[in-house]
């Protein structure tokens, strides 16, 4: 099990009570991103089940393969840890905790995709980047990797940047 320091947010708080708007962004950086790189042919890739491009949920983690051999696991530091900690480690597999290293926002609502064609060059329609579609893409001029996670039937994206770049991105 891999051990963290206490998580502090990149993000400053800002107020979210009351009416949640049609389209919300919410500061999701608390969750562990854990990146493992393995080739695409080894028992560890195998595991992690989910190809370049696409995503799936497992035992509360979400498992997106962002890079043809390269994988990012989110979830609650025991969710990922569990995935991560299944892993036939045989041949190479290198994984490393970006947890601190990287910020990550939801953007959620039914309007979440006009949103990001503003900022992104990008074709967000459903054709393009259906629910569970990963994609690494610049946004307000911020390289990104992002992942369509839908939340009960509602469009919403998962958007990773360099910490650095949090607040920037979150404004």
């Given amino acids: 099990m891999v051990s963290t320091p206490a998580f502090e947010s990149p993000v400053a708080s800002r107020d979210t009570s009351g009416p949640r708007p049609p389209l919300s962004l919410s500061d999701e950086s608390a969750l562990a991103k854990i ?17 370049f491009g696409a995503s799936r949920a497992v035992d509360g983690a979400l498992i997106c393969g962002q890079r043809p051999t390269e994988w990012m696991v989110l979830g609650s530091p025991d969710a990922a840890n569990l995935v991560v900690d299944s892993l036939d480690r045989s041949g190479h597999v290198s994984i490393v905790d970006h947890t601190h290293s990287r910020a990550l926002f939801r953007l959620t609502g039914p309007a979440s995709s006009d949103a990001l064609e503003k900022v992104c060059g990008l074709d967000w329609s459903d054709l393009m980047t259906p629910d569970g579609a990963v994609v690494s893409a610049s946004v307000a001029k911020v390289n990104c990797d992002l992942v369509r996670n839908d939340a009960a039937g509602i469009p919403s994206y998962l958007i990773a940047c360099d910490r650095s770049f949090g607040q920037y991105l979150f404004d």
Wanted: hydrophobic content about 40%; aromatic content about 0%; overall charge positive.
């Fill in 35 to 51: 990146i493992v790189r393995c080739g695409s042919q080894s028992a560890a890739a195998s595991q992690l089940g989910v190809g």
